[in-house]
């Protein structure tokens, strides 16, 4: 099975770190930070840390796991993370040299539902609970939804519903 690592990045000044993809004949879309786990990777975690080493020359401080999604071949972690600097311009990823693959450029989003809702962020289940959360606790609340590295793989909760209802009872 494949697996692969994204980082949702929040700035010092809470903002959301994106990559837009812009590709011949394809509409502009964003996606987050992160790549597939490679086999000298010691943990999901450090898969993450070179990605993002990679991409923006940044380090993730990892605060928790925030959903897993699971297809038929490939297994996506997403994990939320505060970062404090960063430089696109240093990146070193291999995907970045390949011909084809279309242009990669690093925006800063403010982690608001207007914002988040004027970009086509995939994978869509990760877009629309950005929005939800931004939408219901910003940034801050971010933080404070349950850590997934600690439940049982079976028990995974709902994308859309995880942390959000418990945090207003």
Do not use: C
């Amino acid at each position: 099975m494949i697996q692969r690592v994204r980082a949702i990045l929040i700035t010092p000044d809470d903002k959301l770190l994106l990559i837009k993809r812009i590709k011949p004949g394809i509409a502009p879309y964003w996606v987050l930070p992160g790549g597939r786990v490679e086999d000298h990777d010691e943990d999901l975690e450090a898969a993450l840390a070179r990605e993002v080493t990679e991409e923006m020359a940044g380090t993730p401080y990892v605060r928790v796991l925030i959903y897993t999604m699971e297809g038929e071949q490939s297994r996506e972690s997403f994990y939320l993370a505060r970062i404090d600097t960063w430089s696109f311009d240093d990146h070193t990823g291999p995907e970045f040299s390949e011909k084809g693959r279309g242009e990669y450029l690093l925006e800063e989003v403010p982690l608001a539902t207007e914002a988040l809702e004027a970009l086509d962020i995939k994978p869509t289940e990760v877009a629309d609970f950005l929005r939800n959360a931004a939408h219901e606790t910003g940034s801050p609340g971010l933080f404070n939804l349950p850590d997934l590295r600690h439940a049982e793989p079976a028990r995974y909760p709902d994308l859309h519903t995880v942390g959000l209802e418990t945090e207003r009872e």
